[in-house]
């Protein structure tokens, strides 16, 4: 199947990728000049992703930033693209145990940011809160595996349903939110072969993170990929820069110049 030119990635572009064995590419954005630049290399799919509380605010988890935060960057990303779909993170208390509060939740991502979809992370748990927004007509993500936002619950960051039993309940969670109507799945950090065994079952795309290479497609945070966060060193995690570096470089040449009275120059005064 040969694939079309796309002017706007929808839900179910990313299903016909799918069909046609098309990898998907998805990287995570918080603001209008970042947005703007991923948008022009063609990237199908832009996450404000709650990781925004790490990368962005400096807190140690994603549990903090507020539904109010998500909506400021949400709608500064989605000024700044035309071509990607945007999808933007449900934070933590805003939709768990109230399905209500879910769907209040999401409609509010919807209206006041203009997002094209929102991601939840959870199984069976959130099933009645996934039903509901999507009754609204609001497009799903689903997010299993490391979920950050049950940091508390895991107690570290490491690789997920290496045992049977974790593994068993993540293959009933993705097959349930697939049945329920998400549109896509996020996988993170969970071993390779059950990742691919997962994607070859279901019907929608399965997007990786530390998920190996045989889904349907990588996320990666842009701040990590980029090597602006330092830190943060998972094996799944390929730095295709070190814009750190290049950050220092630049600012300590600004420096220089200032004290040294180099900048301005005569061309750059009026
Ligand atoms: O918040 C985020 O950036 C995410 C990705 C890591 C998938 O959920």
Do not use: W
Request: net charge neutral; glycine share 8%.
């Amino acid at each position: 199947m040969k694939a079309p030119k796309v002017t706007k990635v929808t839900t179910h572009v990313l299903n016909e990728m799918k069909l046609r064995g098309e990898k998907i590419s998805m990287l995570t954005a918080y603001d209008f000049s970042m947005a703007k630049i991923l948008d022009c290399t063609g990237i199908d799919v832009i996450l404000v992703g709650d990781s925004a509380s790490n990368v962005m605010a400096g807190h140690k988890t994603t549990l903090p930033i507020t539904l109010n935060d998500m909506i400021y960057h949400a709608s500064s990303v989605k000024r700044g693209v035309e071509r990607a779909l945007v999808v933007v993170d449900l934070p933590f208390g805003t939709y768990q145990g109230n399905s209500i509060e879910a769907l209040n939740s999401a409609i509010r991502i919807m209206k006041e940011s203009a997002a094209d979809a929102v991601k939840l992370e959870g199984g069976s748990e959130i099933v009645e809160s996934i039903t509901r927004i999507l009754s609204a007509g609001i497009p799903v993500m689903g997010h299993l595996g490391l979920t950050p936002q049950s940091i508390h619950k895991f107690g570290t960051y490491k690789v997920r349903a290496t045992e049977s039993e974790e593994a068993d309940k993540l293959i009933s969670d993705a097959h349930l939110l697939s049945d329920t109507g998400c549109f896509s799945l996020v996988l993170e950090k969970i071993p390779a072969k059950l990742a691919e065994n997962v994607a070859k079952s279901i019907k929608i795309p399965v997007i990786g993170i530390g998920a190996g290479s045989k889904v349907d497609g990588q996320v990666l945070v842009l701040h990590d990929m980029l090597g602006i966060t330092q830190e943060f060193s998972p094996r799944f995690l390929r730095r295709y820069h070190n814009l750190n570096d290049e950050i220092k470089i630049a600012v300590e040449r600004y420096i220089s110049d200032v004290k040294d009275v180099k900048f301005p120059g005569e061309n750059e005064q009026y």
